[in-house]
Antibody, heavy 115, light 112 residues
Framework: EVQLVESGGGLVQPGGSLRLSCAAS????????MHWVRQAPGKGLEWVSDISWNGDNRDYADSVKGRFTIFRENAKNSLYLQMNNLRPEDTAVYYC????????WGQGTLVTVTS | QSVLTQPPSVSGAPGQRVTISCSGSSSNIGAGYDVHWYQQLPGAAPKLLIYDDTKRPSGVPDRFSGSKSGTSASLAITGLQAEDEADYYC????????????FGGGTRLTVL
């Protein structure tokens, strides 16, 4: 069974940092590009970042570029999102995901940025 | 403002048919990129409902169908049931944007 399990969310002050983790199982992790998608409270889905299967290519939404870093450790079947200089507008549930044909989504982890 | 435009809400009575539109442009749906549809129940992660414009993953009832024409796509739900009440999102890809993955703003389906 394909599983993606996020962790690392929590409450943080503006300007602070958090690192999200995503543990993958049930499929060959290093065959897939991986994504982070977020959903602000009561809002829609927003693509945040993705990383190629080998980590060589990474992309970011303009709203997070320069503050967030995506990386992966294929030997550990794990995906990460390092979030620095957090802003209140980053408050959201963050999903580790494979959108599209091979769809897989975690349960999400809530990040709350507030003073 | 989402790249793909969906109506904020639709509604229908049990047993009826509803459609949800997803309007894009020549750099996404109109460029031939696949459209996928997700259902999101309250408090849950999105679940794939339709992939590659028209295909249903195993386990998804044939009451759900997808179509695409030009720069738009649609999700149709027939024989509406109370458990269909959820948020629905279209997703595609856009050649003009970083990362390419784009979502519609979502449509809340209410079963009357």
């Amino acid at each position: 069974e394909v599983q993606l399990v996020e962790s690392g969310g929590g409450l943080v002050q503006p300007g602070g940092s958090l690192r999200l983790s995503c543990a993958a199982s049930g499929f060959t992790f290093n065959n897939y590009a991986m994504h982070w998608v977020r959903q602000a409270p009561g809002k829609g889905l927003e693509w945040v970042s993705d990383i190629s299967w080998n980590g060589d290519n990474r992309d970011y939404a303009d709203s997070v570029k320069g503050r967030f870093t995506i990386f992966r450790e294929n030997a550990k079947n794990s995906l990460y999102l390092q979030m620095n200089n957090l802003r209140p507008e980053d408050t959201a549930v963050y999903y580790c995901a494979i959108p599209g044909l091979y769809s897989a989504w975690g349960q999400g982890t809530l990040v709350t940025v507030t003073s | 403002q989402s790249v793909l435009t969906q109506p904020p809400s639709v509604s229908g009575a049990p047993g009826q048919r509803v459609t949800i539109s997803c309007s894009g442009s020549s750099s996404n749906i109109g460029a031939g990129y696949d459209v996928h549809w997700y259902q999101q129940l309250p408090g849950a992660a999105p679940k794939l409902l339709i992939y590659d414009d028209t295909k249903r993953p195993s386990g998804v009832p044939d009451r759900f169908s997808g179509s695409k024409s030009g720069t738009s796509a649609s999700l149709a739900i027939t024989g509406l049931q109370a458990e269909d009440e959820a948020d629905y999102y279209c997703q595609s890809y856009d050649s003009s944007l970083r990362g390419n993955v784009v979502f519609g703003g979502g449509t809340r389906l209410t079963v009357l």
